[in-house]
């Protein structure tokens, strides 16, 4: 019994420690989701990943210009020693006139068992190739940490886009929930004067089936939040289950980007996307090179040491060992190989000019974008002084006529237009708020100030 309420109470205690940890919520402002999209994006992790491969592919490199050493040992038995014929040099030293013995004598060479070890180090003097290899490896990693912050930039850019549709989605939301809150009393005044014969039941079911289609909407963009809350978490790398609130106002970041500088001039060097092209044209400049040092010569010093030890019987091994020790130089010059280095260092003398004439349209496209996106922004940033007026005037609009429908001035046809367009001034002010704030990070993109 003692043992079914011990475990009773764990399974508890388990569930309440749980209960408690999905009831925590991660607060998060916009630069904590930036940070935390950073450290667990799952992109820019492998990014990272692919940084560190580049480092240790250097260093793969540069072993083969340090000493290389290595340990060998045979063990060899002659099952049937091997015969060689020979001619019969007796024959040849006999006087004239001897007896003389067959043409060939039937040698065997060896014994049953040998063993040898060697040790062979060896080291590389020069090589043009080898040093163009390791400055290209080198390149090959700053080109990886291009990359990494490339995709850096773009995962700013992507939460950054999320976390605003999030803000949106809850601001209209809560807007549209309060407007419905305004609209259920005015509905319930409605439905009990429907029901003592005061006004025509008319005027309640306009007013109802506002309120029906208000609901339907906020249904709807609730599952839109939902949504959007997703489509952050996934960009930030954490569980989607996880809960998050967001403690960003939508005003005081419109109010920060109100300062944006709108003609500064771009530096391309500050564009990820224009140094990693180029890196490229380091890469293959740096390729070409290494072929062209394919026509020096290489020089390569090695040394080895060896025992060996014979004998005719098993036991015979080990008791007696012949060294034998030798150094040397190993050189290599190509003379001649049918051309092939020439139409290597043909082929990345068009690689490089590919790569720089892409540089020169990437400038060009980089320019249009930079005029593009401030065309943009100006034209948004105009947009939404206006469609926060349409906003303040449809608010003030519906309050003149809610009032005037309280005192029985107005029709509930006229309440409801203004709430229809109260509602949809206020979906075209938040939208264009949303379009402000993509504007500018497009801009600020295009500029290379997102880091």
């Known amino acids: 019994m003692k043992q079914i309420i011990s ?27 930036v940070s935390l999209a950073k450290s667990n994006n799952v992109n820019l992790k492998n990014n990272k990943l692919e940084v560190l491969q580049a480092q240790q592919k250097v260093k793969e490199v540069l072993a083969s210009g340090l000493p290389n050493v290595n340990a060998e040992g045979t063990f060899l038995h002659n099952i049937e020693i091997p015969t060689q014929r020979l001619p019969n040099f007796i024959n040849d030293a006999l006087p004239p006139g001897s007896p003389r013995g067959p043409e060939f004598i039937d040698a065997r060479f060896g014994v049953n068992y040998s063993t040898s070890a060697k040790i062979t180090a060896t080291q590389l003097l020069f090589d043009g190739g080898f040093l163009m290899g390791v400055k290209a490896s080198k390149e090959f990693v700053n080109l990886s940490k291009v990359n990494l ?43 009990q004067a429907s029901k003592n014969g005061l ?27 939902k949504i959007a809350l997703m489509l952050l978490k996934l960009q930030m790398g954490i569980n989607i289950d996880e809960n998050v609130q ?12 109100q300062t944006t500088t709108v003609e500064s001039e771009p530096d391309m060097t500050k564009r990820p996307e224009y140094r990693l092209l180029q890196q490229q044209v380091r890469l293959f400049e740096l390729s070409k090179k290494r072929y062209q040092y394919g026509y020096a010569p290489s020089l390569a010093a090695f040394a080895t040491h060896q025992q060996n030890t014979f004998g005719n019987a098993f036991g015979d091994i080990g008791t007696t060992w ?4 030798f150094w040397g130089l190993s050189l290599n010059i190509p003379v001649f190989d049918g051309l092939r280095k020439q139409a290597q260092i043909q082929q990345e003398d068009i690689s490089i000019k590919i790569a720089r004439n892409n540089l020169e349209n990437l400038e060009s496209s980089f320019m249009l974008q930079v005029n593009s996106a401030r065309a943009n922004f100006k034209r948004v940033a105009q947009q939404i002084s206006i469609q926060k007026s349409n906003l303040e005037l449809a608010q003030q609009i519906y309050n003149k006529v809610e009032l005037k429908y309280k005192n029985g001035l107005s029709s509930s046809l006229e309440l409801t237009t203004s709430q229809t367009d109260l509602e949809t001034a206020r979906a075209n002010y938040l939208t264009t708020v949303y379009d402000f704030f993509i504007a500018d990070l497009e801009l600020q993109q295009s500029l ?4």
């Open 322 to 325: 012949f060294p034998g020790t």
């Open 149 to 191: 912050e490339r995709n850096a930039v773009q995962t700013t850019v992507d939460v950054s886009k999320a976390y605003y549709m999030v803000l949106v989605v809850q601001t209209n939301l809560k807007l549209l929930t309060a407007n419905i809150n305004q609209l259920e009393k005015v509905s319930f005044d409605l439905e």
């Open 7 to 33: 475990t009773t109470l764990l399974v508890w205690l388990a569930f309440a420690a749980g209960a408690q940890q999905n009831r925590e919520v991660r607060k998060l402002s916009l630069q904590d989701a």
């Open 199 to 225: 006004i025509d039941k008319l005027e309640y079911d306009r007013v109802s089936l506002q309120l029906s289609n208000l609901n339907l909407q906020r249904d709807k963009l609730s599952d839109q939040e």
């Open 448 to 451: 290379g100030n997102i880091k």
């Open 246 to 257: 967001l403690t960003d106002e939508l005003e005081n970041l419109y109010t920060q980007k």
